[in-house]
T-cell receptor, first 113, second 110 residues
Framework: DADVTQTPRNRITKTGKRIMLECSQT?????MYWYRQDPGLGLQLIYY???????NKGEISDGYSVSRQAQAKFSLSLESAIPNQTALYFC????????????FGPGTRLTVL | EDQVTQSPEALRLQEGESSSLNCSYT??????LFWYRQDPGKGPEFLFT???AGEEKEKERLKATLTKKESFLHITAPKPEDSATYLC???????????FGAGTRLTVKP
C-alpha cells in the first residue's frame, strides 16, 4: 500500500462548487503539505502543517483552506472553485527530524469548468 | 524575493550522452537545496539534499553539486529510464517552505 494516498485522483467540478481533497499517510510523519502544480510553473506551496495544532499559509493560500484532522490526515478545501484553480494537486509529508525530504502522494487532477 | 530558475526547460539526449542540468537560485540564507525526479502522472520522488557550497552527492548515474549561486545535476551515460522531469527546490532561513523551480524535462533516446 502507498505511504501517501490522495482522494479523489481525478475530479471535474463547476465554478462555485465547494470541493475537498483528502490526503492520508501511513509514514508517521508530523509534517504535511499541499502543493499545486501548473504546466511550466513547477510546484507552489498552498498550506503546510507541522503538527495537528499548527497550520501555516504558503505562497498561494488565497481561495483555499485546510484542516488537519489527525496526524495522518490533511484535507484541502476550495470553498468556491474557480476555473484558474484547475491544476494538479499534491500532498506531501516529511519527518520532523529530517531536513524536509518530502514524500509525495500520487496527485489529484482537478478541473473546474 | 527568493527565486529558483532551472535550465534548460527541456533536454534531449542520446543514450550514453552525458550532460548537466542547472538550478540557479537567488535566496537570502540557504538552508538546503533539494533535487527531485518526477515521472509523468506521479508525484515527485526525492533524490538529494545539499546543504553547503562544495558539497556533492551521487546516486547511480546522477551526481549533484552545489555552489553559492547554483546547483548542477550531472547525468553520466544516461539510459532511457532516466527520462523524467527533474525539479530542484530551495529551503531558506527566512521561510519554512520550499520554493521549487519549474523543472527540466529530460528525454533519453535509445
Amino acid at each position: 500500500d502507498a505511504d501517501v494516498t490522495q482522494t479523489p485522483r481525478n475530479r471535474i467540478t463547476k465554478t462555485g462548487k465547494r470541493i475537498m481533497l483528502e490526503c492520508s499517510q501511513t509514514k508517521g510523519h508530523d509534517r504535511m503539505y499541499w502543493y499545486r502544480q501548473d504546466p511550466g510553473l513547477g510546484l507552489q506551496l498552498i498550506y503546510y502543517s507541522f503538527d495537528v495544532k499548527d497550520i501555516n499559509k504558503g505562497e498561494i493560500s488565497d481561495g483555499y483552506s485546510v484542516s488537519r484532522q489527525a496526524q495522518a490526515k490533511f484535507s484541502l478545501s476550495l470553498e468556491s472553485a474557480i476555473p484558474n484553480q484547475t491544476a494538479l494537486y499534491f500532498c506531501a509529508t516529511s519527518d520532523t527530524g529530517q531536513f524536509n525530504e518530502q514524500f509525495f502522494g500520487p496527485g489529484t487532477r482537478l478541473t473546474v469548468l | 524575493e527568493d527565486q529558483v530558475t532551472q535550465s534548460p526547460e527541456a533536454l534531449r539526449l542520446q543514450e550514453g550522452e552525458s550532460s548537466s542540468l542547472n538550478c540557479s537560485y537567488t535566496v537570502s540564507g540557504l538552508r538546503g537545496l533539494f533535487w527531485y525526479r518526477q515521472d509523468p502522472g506521479k508525484g515527485p520522488e526525492f533524490l538529494f539534499t545539499l546543504y553547503s557550497a562544495g558539497e556533492e552527492k551521487e546516486k547511480e548515474r546522477l551526481k549533484a553539486t552545489l555552489t553559492k549561486k547554483e546547483s548542477f545535476l550531472h547525468i553520466t551515460a544516461p539510459k532511457p529510464e532516466d527520462s523524467a522531469t527533474y525539479l530542484c527546490a530551495v529551503l531558506t532561513y527566512n521561510n519554512n517552505d520550499m520554493r521549487f523551480g519549474a523543472g527540466t524535462r529530460l528525454t533519453v533516446k535509445p
